[in-house]
């Protein structure tokens, strides 16, 4: 098993950053992909972003492209996106994933194994 704890959601006016992580412990995973997704209000939940472990090859939604960046801390088992030029059409819970599949196309990242509780994002206008 894996256990993913995501931190540093909040409040952000428009046009703000913010980084969000994303702590993985339990079993080694060098092999797994990780990623983010975000569910807003009356939605459903949506691919944003996906890092392949091994390698760091990374894979974007087209509407966080050139603003969100994915990385990742090998020695720390932390998944990092680095949220800039943020939209209130940004403001959704986002969600840590690990595991699964991940394609340069989309759907990019699917089937995943695993899901941290998510945290929430606000962006004021």
């Known amino acids: 098993q894996i256990q993913l704890v995501e931190s540093g959601g909040g409040l952000v006016q428009a046009g703000g950053s913010l980084r969000l992580s994303c702590a993985a412990s339990g079993r080694t995973f060098s092999s797994y992909a990780m990623g983010w997704f975000r569910q807003a209000p009356g939605k459903e939940r949506e691919f944003v972003a996906a890092?392949?472990?091994?390698?760091?090859?990374?894979f974007y939604a087209d509407h966080v492209k050139g603003r969100f960046t994915i990385s990742r801390d090998t020695a720390k088992n932390t998944v990092y996106l680095q949220m800039n030029s943020l939209k209130p059409e940004d403001t959704a819970v986002y969600y840590c994933?690990?595991?699964?599949?991940?394609?340069?196309?989309?759907?990019?990242?699917?089937?995943?194994?695993?899901w941290g509780k998510g945290t929430l994002v606000t962006v004021s206008s």
């Open positions: 994933a690990a595991g699964g599949t991940v394609q340069p196309r989309p759907p990019y990242y699917y089937d995943i194994d695993y």
């Open positions: 890092i392949i472990w091994t390698g760091g090859s990374t």
